[in-house]
T-cell receptor, first 115, second 113 residues
Framework: DTEVTQTPKHLVMGMTNKKSLKCEQH?????MYWYKQKAKKPPELMFV???????INESVPSRFSPECPNSSLLNLHLHALQPEDSALYLC??????????????FGEGSRLTVL | AQTVTQSQPEMSVQEAETVTLSCTYD???????LFWYKQPPSRQMILVIR??????QNATENRFSVNFQKAAKSFSLKISDSQLGDAAMYFC??????????FGPGTRLSVLP
């Protein structure tokens, strides 16, 4: 199984809503990532979890709150978002962070629209 | 800081022809990995090919091959016998020990029938 599964595929929310994005992998990877991607742009790193601990937060606004309940699951909780937060949110995993060998495995992404 | 540059925002190729996408990077590290990722319109980023910096031999994967010039810090992707399914955004990426991935801005490849 070499898949990273993300749900939902599409999400529309108002600025006062609270919603969550979910990501799951069963490859035994110990590093998981959230990326934000705008149209025709490369992914921008948001958060990195390594062995279920938050290791990197790229100065992401607190309206985005990540959570890693276990080594297979990664959530991104969304609250009070702004229209400019509309984007494709990609989850990825790799064997470990800091190791030079690991490639990133990406999910299909969750397309978020904030009204 | 490491940077990755892709100087061709858009490229097109005729079906069955060969196309080369360019990538240059800047690093002071001696040991690192380089990747080409493909993102079709269906969105999922998938790995096309990777190159370990310590290996002199250029990586190949079926119709995909790279020209890795370490001294020049150049890492181009050659797609032979282009197919309609090759149409996608292609991102060059870099990583080294203790570093996260750095992506280039991408090249949009169109394949003309």
């Amino acid at each position: 199984d070499t898949e990273v599964t993300q749900t939902p595929k599409h999400l529309v929310m108002g600025m006062t809503n609270k919603k969550s994005l979910k990501c799951e992998q069963h490859m035994g990877h110990r590093a998981m990532y959230w990326y934000k991607q705008k149209a025709k742009k490369p992914p921008e790193l948001m958060f990195v979890y390594s062995y279920e601990k938050l290791s990197i937060n790229e100065s992401v606004p607190s309206r985005f709150s990540p959570e890693c309940p276990n080594s297979s699951l990664l959530n991104l909780h969304l609250h009070a978002l702004q229209p400019e937060d509309s984007a494709l949110y990609l989850c990825a995993s790799s064997q470990v962070t800091g190791a030079i060998s690991g490639e990133l495995f990406f999910g299909e992404g969750s397309r978020l629209t904030v009204l | 800081a490491q940077t990755v540059t892709q100087s061709q925002p858009e490229m097109s190729v005729q079906e069955a022809e060969t196309v080369t996408l360019s990538c240059t990077y800047d690093t002071s590290e001696s040991d690192y990995y380089l990747f080409w990722y493909k993102q079709p319109p269906s969105r999922q980023m998938i790995l096309v090919i990777r190159q370990e910096a310590y290996k002199q031999q250029n990586a190949t994967e079926n119709r995909f091959s790279v020209n890795f010039q370490k001294a020049a810090k150049s890492f181009s992707l050659k797609i032979s016998d282009s197919q309609l399914g090759d149409a996608a955004m292609y991102f060059c990426a870099y990583t080294s020990y203790g570093q996260n991935f750095v992506f280039g801005p991408g090249t949009r490849l169109s394949v003309l029938p």
